[in-house]
């Protein structure tokens, strides 16, 4: 029987590389799409791939079960890492994009094409890009700006010229839709 | 403190980890304080692991996962042989990287992230940036010099030409000068003068013959129009009546003609001198109007 992420863990603050090794084939995939969906380039993203699960090996009293999942502190490690290199960036030709084309493009594209089945974060992927895809654009906007491009609540209502109080429940809705998606993609999968 | 309804609005965000730090800290003091909120509301929304999970998966290069189980075994060898023995149980390598990182904090944010090659390139870049800018304010200033230049040497050209016709005009109006300063010579030594009036096809010419007391004598005319080509004015001294012919002459643009006679014989007989219009060379005898007439 595989074992669960908090186990590998647990193996893993005492020493065991083997561990290691198994969460990094477990979510490599995973870790560097982000890391890339964020800072767009396949050299800094692989270095910071090296260091999100070095951290995860050095700094794995830093793990707390009861707060959150194994994923969810990963993912935190990587996309702080990975928003830390764009902002220390001198040039980011895609600030000047159109935001809202830029995600329709991402919307749009077919994530089934190069992922390779076998892969347990491509069948991740594929079923939360399909309960993101059925978000209202704009819903899908505010997640999108928070949490790939590192922006606060604020700084969203300014970029999208939106009140406050609408940026708050949109993220609500979308977040709260997406759980639902997903909790049934998970059931059906099972 | 916020309260329930400031916080429900802030969940979002703090599952997204898109909150300031002040405000993640009042959200996790609230679900500290309230546990059963916590597990009430976070289980009602995806979680940020969930939309990590939208960005499309990329396998990294296997020298990425090469390299960082080096480091992995490295540091657990270490960890066996018990060097790292502080309650810090991150390697050696990463604890004096970090204290690295700490004293670099300490320089300039600029020279921190310059290392000598990046340097040496920059200031190249630089240096070729400002070499060019510097080019093209030359060029600049050549264009302009030479336009320039150019406009200068029209001037020249100009004025060349206005002292050339200056210069035309002057010894013009020197030749002018000396016929008339002959003349004056003339008119003023004693002598013995005739008048000459304009005849009818030429009425507005009039004239002086100055009979000088050598017996020589000099004629003076103006106002006679310029003949054209293959004609000249001729002097005719008539004694009884026979005209003898004294000399031809030209006049000028200026319509003043000048012509001396070296000897007049029989100065006594002499009753009228004319001035006719004649072939070239002259003619023995009048053959063309007598323009002009002075009786003795």
């Known amino acids: ?190 | 403190m916020r309260d329930s309804e400031d916080i429900t609005a802030l969940l979002p965000f703090y599952v997204l980890g898109a909150l300031t730090e002040e405000e993640e800290a009042q959200v996790e003091a609230y679900l500290d304080d309230h546990p059963q909120e916590r597990e009430r509301l976070l289980s009602q929304l995806a979680g940020a692991a969930d939309v990590a999970f939208e960005a499309t998966p990329m396998e990294p290069s296997e020298e990425v996962k090469e390299a960082l189980m080096r480091r992995v075994h490295a540091d657990s060898r270490a960890r066996s042989d018990g060097r790292a023995a502080s309650h810090d149980r991150r390697p050696v390598v990463e604890r004096q990287i970090e204290r690295a990182h700490r004293d670099q904090a300490r320089v300039p944010a600029v020279s921190r992230r310059l290392s000598p090659a990046f340097a040496f390139a920059a200031f190249a870049l630089l240096a070729l940036f400002l070499l060019s800018l510097w080019t093209v304010s030359l060029y600049d200033q050549v264009n302009r010099l030479a336009s320039a230049n150019e406009t200068l040497q029209d001037e020249v050209t100009v004025l060349t030409g206005r002292v050339d016709d200056l210069t035309a005009q002057r010894e013009i109006l020197q030749q002018e000068l000396d016929r008339q300063s002959e003349l004056v010579a003339l008119l003023a030594a004693p002598a013995q003068t005739l008048a000459l009036s304009g005849t009818e096809p030429q009425p507005q010419a009039f004239g002086q013959f100055r009979i000088l007391s050598d017996a020589s004598a000099v004629l003076a005319v103006s106002q006679l129009e310029p003949l054209p080509a293959g004609r000249v004015y001729q002097l005719w001294l008539i004694h009884d009546d026979v005209p003898v012919p004294a000399g031809t002459f030209q006049i000028g643009s200026d319509g003043f003609g000048l012509l001396n006679v070296e000897r007049i014989d029989s100065i006594s007989t002499l009753d009228a001198i004319a001035v006719s219009e004649e072939p070239d060379g002259g003619s023995l005898e009048p053959t063309g109007d007598i323009v002009m007439f002075g009786e003795a």
Do not use: C
């Open chain 1, 1 to 190: 029987m595989q074992a669960s992420d908090e186990e590998l863990m647990v193996l893993v603050s005492v020493g065991d590389a083997e561990a290691l090794e198994v969460l990094y084939n477990r979510y490599a995939l995973a870790v560097m799409g982000l890391i890339m969906r964020i800072v767009e380039d396949r050299g800094e993203a692989e270095e910071l791939v090296q260091e999100s699960f070095w951290r995860v090996w050095s700094r794995s009293d830093g793990f707390n079960p009861q707060k959150g999942t194994f994923t969810n502190w990963l993912f935190t490690i990587s996309r702080n890492l990975a928003l830390d290199k764009r902002r220390r960036q001198t040039v980011r030709p895609q600030a000047a994009r159109n935001e809202t084309e830029a995600l329709q493009m991402e919307l749009s594209y077919d994530s089934s094409v190069n992922v390779p089945d076998s892969a347990w974060s491509a069948i991740r992927h594929r079923q939360v890009r399909q309960a993101m895809t059925s978000l209202p654009l704009e819903q899908y906007e505010v997640i999108a700006l928070a949490y790939f491009e590192g922006l606060t609540r604020r700084e969203i209502a300014q970029q999208t010229n939106t009140p406050l109080g609408t940026v708050h429940t949109r993220a609500r809705l979308a977040l709260s839709k997406l759980r639902q998606l997903l909790d049934v993609a998970r059931e059906e999968e099972v």
